[in-house]
């Protein structure tokens, strides 16, 4: 093999990595992956796709070895290949936040008309938790939260809230979370709790990117 054949060869290799990630809807189901496996039904669903073209995403995905597929009777069970998916989703999201500023911008905008702008940081959340002076809700899907949550969270899903408002304290700061900067599920359900009066902020960070700053994870 030649110089020339080994980088041709070599750079291919990195280009059909990037062209899997080169889709809208494949980075969201590899963002939904990140929070733990799912079955193609439950993917189309929550990508707002129908099962053929839900498929054949993970398809390419798989094809590519950036997720896996495992039988469970009739349902096929996706997961993300490794953990350095995750981390190079993670990082994809800060290379577009800091080359694209229409990316900061619809965040803003999204955020301020939900009236849920301003976060709690991570190691301020961990402290207050430690204190005992906020209550964590998880407004992921149960199973979510059954894969991995942040240690003192509630599972309370974000179609489930308006039924449980009740049993949240109306004189404690309320921390809503869900899958990071670019899930809707906490900003969604901070808006809820303001209308009814419950003093509420957001953690803009997700299971994984908590992870990743040596904090801990309740299974």
Same mark, same amino acid.
């Given at each position: 093999?030649?110089?020339?054949?080994?980088?041709?060869?070599?750079?291919?290799?990195?280009?059909?990595?990037?062209?899997?990630?080169?889709?809208?809807?494949? =980075?969201?189901?590899?963002?939904?992956?990140?929070?733990?496996?799912?079955?193609?039904?439950? *993917?189309?669903?929550?990508?707002?796709?129908?099962?053929?073209? $839900? +498929?054949?995403?993970?398809?390419? *995905?798989?094809?590519?070895?950036?997720?896996? +597929?495992?039988?469970?009777?009739?349902?096929?069970?996706?997961?993300?290949?490794?953990?350095?998916?995750?981390?190079?989703?993670?990082?994809?999201? $800060? =290379?577009?936040?800091?080359?694209?500023?229409?990316?900061?911008?619809?965040?803003?905008?999204?955020?301020?008309?939900?009236?849920? *702008?301003?976060?709690?940081?991570?190691?301020?959340?961990?402290?207050?938790?430690?204190?005992?002076?906020?209550?964590?809700?998880?407004?992921?899907?149960?199973?979510?939260?059954?894969?991995?949550?942040?240690?003192?969270?509630? +599972?309370?899903?974000?179609?489930? =809230?308006?039924?449980? =408002?009740?049993? *949240?304290?109306?004189?404690?700061?309320?921390?809503?979370?869900?899958?990071?900067?670019?899930?809707?599920?906490?900003?969604?359900?901070?808006?809820?709790? +303001?209308?009814?009066?419950?003093?509420?902020?957001?953690?803009?960070?997700?299971?994984?990117?908590?992870?990743?700053?040596?904090?801990?994870?309740?299974?």
């Amino acid at each position: 093999m030649t110089g020339r054949e080994f980088k041709d060869l070599t750079f291919q290799q990195f280009a059909n990595i990037a062209t899997a990630f080169a889709s809208p809807k494949r =980075l969201e189901l590899i963002d939904i992956l990140s929070q733990g496996e799912r079955d193609v039904d439950t *993917l189309s669903v929550e990508t707002n796709m129908n099962f053929a073209n $839900t +498929s054949r995403h993970l398809q390419i *995905l798989k094809s590519s070895k950036i997720v896996t +597929s495992r039988k469970d009777g009739v349902r096929v069970i996706y997961n993300l290949a490794n953990d350095e998916v995750v981390k190079c989703w993670k990082n994809l999201q $800060t =290379l577009a936040e800091k080359s694209a500023s229409e990316i900061r911008e619809t965040a803003r905008l999204f955020f301020e008309e939900k009236s849920a *702008l301003v976060p709690i940081s991570s190691s301020e959340l961990w402290d207050k938790l430690n204190k005992d002076e906020v209550i964590l809700i998880d407004v992921r899907p149960k199973e979510e939260f059954l894969t991995g949550h942040i240690p003192g969270a509630v +599972s309370i899903p974000l179609k489930e =809230l308006k039924e449980k =408002l009740n049993e *949240l304290p109306s004189n404690k700061e309320i921390v809503a979370y869900c899958r990071g900067p670019y899930c809707v599920l906490a900003a969604e359900a901070a808006k809820i709790l +303001s209308k009814k009066g419950f003093n509420v902020v957001i953690l803009k960070d997700d299971v994984n990117s908590w992870k990743a700053k040596g904090l801990p994870i309740q299974n």
